[in-house]
């Protein structure tokens, strides 16, 4: 299936992440999954769902079948910052105790994928607050991490894409691109994130078109509380998110990226009436708040459940494929 036509002049792949074709399914029944819903692309969570002991051949051989039903397949490092090492203990394990050596190990895995981008999360909302390791040296030993596997990614033709998660601001992304490079990061765009950052989807998306190698599709209700704003998650369609106007700002910037569903599940609470969090979140502007503030509904619960998800998702973007979105 392909996007683009009723939202600009730019088709796009139509895929999903793994994860939202059903939690228990093995790859190959992912994407039998996927062909039999019509779409191009599958992105796994991470490599060590394909191969536990990352195994270029198995990587080789999950390629191939997919290609034998229409379905590229591209896959996730997960969460990777260099703050946190609990986290990357099986890149160490898999790189005899060195993290960057792990990582190299399983970028040249996926590399057999024949994919050019290898989504990658910075952290957690948590990280961010973490009293004892400051965020900004959080993203500068983020970044060093990044630049030290520039030499992998280079020799693979692989850029790392960043994900626009609940923890990182799109301008600190942008800092990050800067400093490792664009010739090695790039952007995963998620802009049902965006708004946990105090961002205008649109707006951000302006800022980060250029850098765009994945877009994760989902959409969320933009809700009023006691304390502030809340993103509820909600199906496709139905929500806050205008993905006509988000397509066109990326067309604009001639980005041919691929749209994949993500299903999310966290649910998040922007407490913009305290002056302690927009001090602690110097990036949020007013006009942003604003924007955001003008749309916000009346606070509702969240529709979590995948399978109806999935289904205004995937025909949300139908519509748009047969040119009459709005």
């Not at 034998?68 to 997960?78: D, I, W, Y």
């Not at 942008?174 to 707006?203: F, I, Q, T, Y």
């Not at 304390?227 to 139905?238: F, H, M, S, V």
Request: glycine share 10%; aromatic share 4%; hydrophobic share 40%.
């Amino acid at each position: 299936m392909t996007i683009g036509d009723g939202v600009g002049t730019v088709v796009r792949e139509l895929g999903a992440c793994a994860r939202a074709l059903g939690e228990e399914s093995t790859p190959r029944e992912t994407n039998r999954t996927a062909s039999g819903l019509g779409l191009r692309h599958v992105e796994f969570a991470s490599p060590f769902v394909i191969s536990p002991a990352l195994d270029p051949t198995a990587f080789r051989a999950l390629a191939d079948y997919g290609r034998s039903l229409g379905v590229r397949l591209s896959c996730a490092l997960g969460m990777v910052s260099a703050g946190h090492a609990e986290r990357t203990t099986r890149f160490r394990e898999a790189g005899r105790g060195d993290l960057v050596a792990g990582l190299s190990k399983a970028l040249r895995a996926i590399g057999e994928l024949d994919t050019d981008y290898v989504q990658i999360v910075v952290g957690t909302l948590d990280d961010r607050y973490d009293a004892s390791v400051g965020w900004p040296e959080q993203l500068d030993a983020t970044a060093q991490l990044y630049r030290n596997l520039a030499p992998v990614l280079t020799d693979l033709s692989l850029k790392l894409a960043v994900k626009t998660h609940e923890e990182i601001t799109s301008h600190e992304i942008l800092a990050l691109v800067d400093a490792v490079g664009s010739d090695h990061l790039a952007v995963a765009l998620d802009p049902v994130n965006l708004p946990v950052r105090g961002e205008d989807p649109e707006l951000a998306t302006g800022r980060l078109a250029p850098h765009v190698g994945r877009i994760h599709y989902d959409d969320a209700w933009i809700t009023s509380t006691g304390r502030g704003l809340a993103r509820r998650l909600c199906p496709g369609g139905q929500g806050d998110i205008d993905w006509g106007a988000i397509f066109r700002i990326l067309d604009g910037a001639g980005s041919s990226a691929p749209v994949l569903v993500d299903l999310h599940r966290g649910e998040f609470e922007m407490p913009v009436c305290d002056e302690r969090w927009l001090l602690q979140n110097s990036d949020v502007s007013l006009r942003e708040l604003s924007i955001l503030s003008s749309r916000a509904r009346p606070d509702r619960p969240p529709v979590t459940a995948t399978a109806p998800r999935l289904q205004a998702a995937l025909s949300e973007l139908a519509t748009m494929t047969r040119g009459t979105a709005a």
